[in-house]
């Protein structure tokens, strides 16, 4: 049975036009760290990334920035992280995120929150992990994009199901902030140890 013990969250580089989405980021991220999580993410200092990132540091939890140079540069990573890694790219930057998270959470966010989330879920069609990937539908944020995902089932173009009850993929959802952490502790209890430490080795 394995153990959550490092979580990635991607979330929007900005605020958002909705405080619940903010509020959502604080939750999150005072969960993780009352859980003894550490939270992996994009190094940012700015938007829900800065929120969630400042408010696990706060709640004495531990945080891991993962950023390109070219961000850093713009001096937009956040410095009072735990640990900054820095990439020379997106790619390993992206790489690094999988490597080190036993778990995957899509809060609300922008084009690129929405590219890692679907790659994530891509590498696990492709049966090259197991780790929960976990979409937080705060404010039915990402109901256009569980219905394009029906509708791609609909037309026959997903292959291994993740919608309803009997799921091929280890992509679950739910409404609430609150039900990330416990969510993904099932999740995760479901696996080996070594389901968290394998690497997908497509980049």
């Keep these: 049975m394995a153990e959550l013990r490092n979580v990635c969250v991607y979330c929007g580089s900005n605020n ?6 903010a509020e959502a980021a604080k939750t999150l991220g005072r969960d993780i760290a009352e859980a003894g999580i ?7 200092s700015i938007g829900l990334m800065g929120i969630v990132a ?3 540091l706060e709640n004495g939890g531990q ?7 070219f961000l850093k540069d713009r001096e937009v990573m956040l410095g009072e992280a735990s ?3 820095v990439t020379d790219d997106m790619h390993d930057r992206k790489r690094i995120m999988f490597e080190r998270a036993d778990a995957f959470v899509a809060l609300p966010g922008g084009i690129g929150t929405l590219e890692e989330v679907v ?29 394009q995902f029906k509708r791609m089932a609909d037309d026959g173009y997903l292959r291994k199901d993740f919608l309803g009850e009997h799921v091929a993929l280890p992509v679950r959802f739910c409404d609430t902030v609150d039900a990330v952490i416990p969510t ?3 999740a995760v209890a479901d696996l080996p140890q070594p389901a968290l ?3 997908a080795g497509l980049m």
Excluded: C
């Design 54 to 56: 400042r408010t696990v």
């Design 63 to 69: 945080v891991t920035g993962i950023i390109p140079q």
């Design 16 to 21: 958002g036009t909705s405080a619940d989405y």
């Design 197 to 199: 430490e394998e690497s």
């Design 83 to 85: 640990e900054l890694v």
């Design 184 to 186: 993904l502790k099932e």
């Design 38 to 44: 550490r939270l992996i993410y994009g190094g940012g």
């Design 119 to 147: 790659e994530m879920m891509t590498w696990a069609q492709l049966d090259q992990h197991e780790k929960p990937i976990l979409i937080a539908n705060i404010n039915g944020f990402w109901d256009p994009l569980v219905a």
